[in-house]
Each structure stands twice: as C-alpha cells, then as structure tokens.
C-alpha cells in the first residue's frame, strides 16, 4: 500500500522532497496507515527505479540539494491499478490476542484482566484522539474531500468502537468467571 500513497500524494499535491513527503504521510495519513516514516526513501528509490516516479535535483541559494520526486506517466497508470486493486477488498482480520486467549491456561487469569484493562485505557484514549482528529480535520477539509475524508474516519472509529466493546465485554467476563473460579482456556 506504500507506494498506492506516495503516488496519491504526489499527485494531489504535484512534486515533493522526501521530507515532504513525510510530513504529508503524518499529517494527511497517519490516522488510517502503518507506514513507518524512516521506510519512505527505501520506497521512493524503489518507484523511481521501477519507473514510477522520477526525480530532479534541486538547489535553493546555500541550501543543500533537495532531490523532488514527481510521478510518471507510468506511475499515473500504475495509481489507477493500485486503487482498483483495493477495491478488491478481502477482509479477514486476524487478532495476536487470540492466540494468547487461546493458550492462555498457561497464564494467570489476572495477567489476563490486567492486559485487557490497559487494553480498555489504551482504545479509550485512541478513540478520543481519533474522534478530535476527525473534528478538526472535517473543519479545514476542502468540501471535495468531505465524503472520502468522513467515510475513512467513521470506518476507523467504527473499529476502535467495536474493539473497546469486545476489550470491556471480555475484562467483564474475565472478572465475573474468576470470582467463581471457572475460567478455562479452549
């Protein structure tokens, strides 16, 4: 998916540096993608070396050389491809909890409530981040953008929402069996 939003972005906000291209992925991005930053320019010289996007050199007075990256004709195709390709949607979560909750008669019932309580705290926090984010962004979104924009932060918070319910149901369990001593794993 990297390359789907390096291409995305320079094609909604034309030629960029490395750095920009990384400040756009925080601030445009990062509430709905894992891209780790420090990644960036290993996939930037990838494209460019696939031919998707091209660079020129650039030199401001005193300034070091900025290399600007814009996407090619080929990499403008290759958008399209990547963004039909997602539609193609294949969804099967997969959670590493399960598998603790699997094996999980060779832990403590405690260490089990305690991890999802922080769980709880953790989602709790993220929600109420992600709900701000929405706000705010939703005020400076340009209204072409508003439905795509709403539609990726409700999938978002719908997910979180659905995650803390499970987080608070199973802690609630988890208390109620152990006070009758009749927890067992599968």
Same mark, same amino acid.
């Given at each position: 998916?990297?390359?789907l939003?390096?291409?995305?972005?320079l094609l909604?906000? !034309?030629?960029?540096?490395?750095?920009?291209?990384?400040?756009?992925?925080?601030?445009?991005?990062e509430?709905?993608?894992? @891209?780790?930053?420090p990644? +960036?320019?290993?996939?930037l010289?990838? /494209?460019?070396?696939?031919?998707? =996007?091209?660079?020129?050199?650039?030199?401001? !007075?005193?300034?070091?050389?900025?290399? +600007?990256?814009?996407?090619?004709?080929?990499?403008?195709?290759?958008?399209?491809?990547?963004?039909?390709?997602?539609?193609? @949607? %294949?969804?099967?979560?997969?959670?590493?909890?399960? !598998? *603790?909750?699997?094996?999980?008669?060779?832990?403590d019932?405690? &260490?089990? &409530?305690? $991890?999802?309580?922080? #769980?709880? =705290? &953790?989602? %709790?926090?993220?929600?109420e981040?992600?709900?701000? #984010?929405h %706000?705010? *962004? /939703?005020? #400076?979104?340009?209204?072409?953008?508003? +439905?795509?924009?709403? =539609? =990726?932060?409700e999938h978002?918070?719908?997910?979180y929402?659905?995650?803390? &319910?499970?987080?608070?149901? $199973?802690?609630?369990?988890?208390?109620? +069996?152990?006070?009758?001593?009749?927890y067992?794993?599968?």
């Open positions: 998916m990297i390359p939003y390096i291409l995305g972005l909604r906000f !034309g030629p960029q540096h490395g750095y920009q291209i990384k400040k756009l992925i925080e601030e445009q991005l509430d709905f993608t894992q @891209i780790k930053l990644t +960036v320019y290993y996939h010289e990838k /494209m460019e070396a696939s031919g998707l =996007i091209t660079s020129t050199s650039e030199k401001q !007075g005193e300034r070091p050389e900025k290399t +600007v990256y814009q996407v090619s004709e080929t990499g403008a195709d290759k958008f399209k491809e990547l963004l039909l390709q997602s539609l193609q @949607i %294949k969804y099967r979560p997969t959670f590493d909890i399960d !598998g *603790t909750f699997y094996f999980s008669n060779s832990l019932n405690t &260490a089990l &409530a305690d $991890s999802l309580e922080k #769980h709880i =705290i &953790a989602m %709790k926090k993220t929600l981040k992600l709900e701000f #984010h %706000k705010e *962004t /939703m005020e #400076h979104m340009p209204d072409s953008y508003k +439905v795509s924009t709403n =539609i =990726i932060f978002h918070i719908m997910h929402k659905a995650e803390l &319910a499970w987080a608070e149901q $199973s802690w609630s369990t988890l208390k109620e +069996v152990k006070s009758h001593g009749e067992q794993s599968y």
